[in-house]
């Protein structure tokens, strides 16, 4: 009898922790170049719009997933020289390294991780990132891009952005300069086909860094 039980509760711990460390869903993760390059303080390649990170799988607390089946992939033959190499090169470039070299780094550390294989995965991260105009998103409630001062409230950035999305899914991330938090990353919740933006888990909020106050920041030199 109390074997059985143990048994019976070892089996139910095992099926709860494996779950949990299942993947469930994507976060799409942008830079917002003026906040990262603040940071690299070295040859960043500025943008004036949000560039892909990547589009990273994870568990249902918005923990990496992480496979066994890692590997790294051809990107070139992969995404050929067509349009989707052209908005790879528009809406994923390398800021720090070369295009070629992020999107490879990115399929081998999070796509190969996914259910995805290469093309969709590409393909599907840069469908995503053309539904989502944040600079735009957050001129509507705003927000400018400043060198400093004119900070806004967290809340103001993620209904800028919750109301392009459709839903509760904005985890915002920050640099803390000597101006303040600048807004770095912006990273939405994704459904697992990575075809839908979807509400992130109350959990997933907790990887916010950003104090109460955030600001939208501009590199000096522009
Ligand atoms: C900075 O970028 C330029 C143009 O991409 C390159 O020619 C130069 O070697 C880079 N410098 C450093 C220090 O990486
Ligand atoms: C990827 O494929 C292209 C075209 O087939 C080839 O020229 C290139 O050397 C390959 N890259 C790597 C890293 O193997
Ligand atoms: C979004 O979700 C978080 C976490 O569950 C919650 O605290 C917050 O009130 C929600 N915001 C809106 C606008 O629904």
Redesign the pocket.
């Known amino acids: 009898m109390e074997i059985k039980l143990l048994f019976l509760s070892t089996l139910v711990l095992l099926v709860c922790c494996i779950a949990r460390n299942n993947f469930d869903h994507f976060l799409l993760v942008q830079t917002w170049p003026h906040g990262y390059c603040e940071r690299i303080q070295r040859n960043c390649s500025i943008r004036n719009y949000f560039v892909i990170h990547g589009l990273w799988p994870v568990t249902a607390k918005g923990k990496a997933f992480l496979s066994r089946k890692r590997k790294r992939v051809n990107v070139s033959d992969t995404i050929g020289r067509g349009n989707l190499f052209k908005d790879m090169r528009y809406y994923w470039p390398g800021l720090t390294k070369t295009d070629l070299n992020l999107w490879e780094d990115q399929w081998f550390a999070h796509g190969s991780d996914s259910p995805l294989v290469p093309l969709d995965y590409f393909q599907r991260t840069i469908q995503l990132r053309k539904l989502v105009d944040l600079v735009k998103a957050l001129r509507d409630v705003g927000i400018v891009p400043r060198y400093k001062g004119f900070t806004h409230h967290k809340s103001t950035y993620?209904?800028g952005i919750?109301k392009i999305t459709g839903h509760?899914n904005t985890i915002l991330k920050c640099y803390s300069s000597k101006r303040g938090h600048l807004l770095s990353e912006v990273m939405l919740c994704v459904d697992a086909d990575a075809r839908n933006f979807i509400?992130?888990?109350?959990e997933e909020?907790q990887q916010q860094n950003c104090g109460p106050d955030i600001l939208f920041s501009k590199v000096k030199t522009m």
């Open positions: 993620r209904q919750m509760n509400d992130c888990n109350p909020f």
